[in-house]
């Protein structure tokens, strides 16, 4: 479970491709659609047009997982910041009612455009 007391910083490269496909994509209800993966050292977060999907991979052979749904549906506010010449990390936080804030931090040439649309979108109608 994500710490969402602390604000937890997840530090993610873009994967570039789905991945996990077989393991998120039992998850998705209908009208889902994937956007992005992004990978930690072996946590990673699923996002789709709907949501994102944190997921902690617990224990010594990351057999047992930990799957957090965040709905946009539930975002009060969003912010984000885009890569800079020197600086190259973006960084997206979210503030959920009833849960605070979560901050994720990118490295590298992610879109992270594209998820604010999809957030905004669900967030603005």
Do not use: C, H, W
Request: glycine share 8%; net charge negative.
């Amino acid at each position: 479970m994500i710490d969402f007391q602390n604000g937890d910083i997840f530090k993610l490269r873009n994967t570039g491709r789905f991945q996990n496909e077989k393991l998120i994509a039992p998850l998705f209800v209908s009208g889902e659609e994937f956007l992005g993966e992004y990978q930690a050292i072996r946590d990673f977060v699923i996002f789709t047009n709907k949501r994102a999907i944190a997921v902690n991979v617990q224990g010594v052979t990351g057999k047992k997982k930990d799957f957090t749904s965040l709905p946009y549906s539930k975002i009060q506010l969003f912010s984000i910041e885009t890569s800079g010449v020197l600086d190259l990390d973006s960084e997206l936080e979210i503030y959920l009612s009833g849960v605070g804030k979560v901050v994720f931090e990118f490295t590298g040439q992610s879109d992270i455009t594209a998820i604010a649309r999809a957030i905004g979108e669900s967030v603005l109608s």
